[in-house]
């Protein structure tokens, strides 16, 4: 199993300013991502997050908006920049071990309001 | 790439009685489907997966089912409880693809007293 801490837990942040959320996992895995979740809504993902290199990012998400970074096997984080309203949803981070069908284990996401 | 579609959105049912979720999926090459139960406020968690292998999982009152011919799966809930009151996610893993999820819309299940 793997147990992933996120921070912060919840934000409210000014339009135009930057968030970095944090995640960190108890062990080593595989591969990292972060989602988006709009209140009542599913869960959608951002992009794959890469140790050492470059994330890969899904349509629709551009690194200029959401850099991402992955500098060991345990720590990601995201950053949501030049914020605007419509940034205003949970972030959650996910993480896998192993190397093929295996559980993904998530943060406690982050609750973020652009004001 | 892969598209998941879940049904339905809302179910209520009595405590006690059994509730059923559906998915489908589109592309015959996934290969992994877990399903994910996120209770208010909380982060979602694993309740059981089933491989494309495996026609059925059991684990005590949970179950899914999978008909790869038809491209679904369901997950089935027997003597629900009102602990069981959460949104139940439905995912598909395409095979190579570098193990990411798409997931379903999410059924909100209310077990009612």
């Known amino acids: 199993s793997a147990v992933i801490s996120q921070k912060p837990s919840r934000d409210i942040c000014q339009r135009g300013t930057s968030l970095t959320i944090q995640c960190q996992v108890d062990?080593?895995?595989?591969?990292m991502f972060w989602y988006r979740q709009q209140p009542g809504q599913s869960l959608t993902l951002i992009a794959t997050a890469n140790q050492g290199s470059e994330a890969t990012y899904e349509s629709g998400f551009v690194i200029d908006k959401f850099p991402i970074s992955r500098p060991n096997l345990t720590f990601s984080t995201l950053t949501v920049s030049n914020m605007s309203p419509e940034d205003s949803s949970i972030y959650l981070c996910?993480?896998?071990?192993?190397?093929?069908?295996?559980?993904?284990?998530f943060g406690q996401g982050t609750r973020l309001t652009v004001v | 790439g892969e598209n998941v579609e879940q049904h339905p959105s809302t179910l209520s049912v009595q405590e006690g009685d059994s509730a059923v979720i559906k998915c489908t999926y589109s592309?015959?090459?996934?290969?992994?489907f877990p399903w994910y139960k996120q209770e208010l406020g909380k982060r979602p968690q694993l309740i059981i997966d089933?491989?494309?292998?495996?026609g059925e999982k059991k684990d005590q009152r949970i179950a899914v089912t999978l008909n790869k011919t038809a491209k679904h799966f369901s997950l089935h809930i027997t003597e629900t409880q009102p602990e069981d009151s959460a949104v139940y996610f439905c995912?598909?893993?395409?095979?190579?693809?570098?193990?990411?999820?798409?997931f379903g819309s999410g059924t909100q299940l209310t077990v009612l007293p």
């Open positions: 062990s080593q895995v595989t591969m």
């Open positions: 089933i491989r494309s292998n495996v």
């Open positions: 592309d015959s090459a996934s290969n992994y």
């Open positions: 995912a598909a893993q395409m095979e190579g693809s570098a193990r990411q999820l798409t």
């Open positions: 996910s993480a896998r071990k192993g190397n093929m069908n295996t559980e993904a284990f």
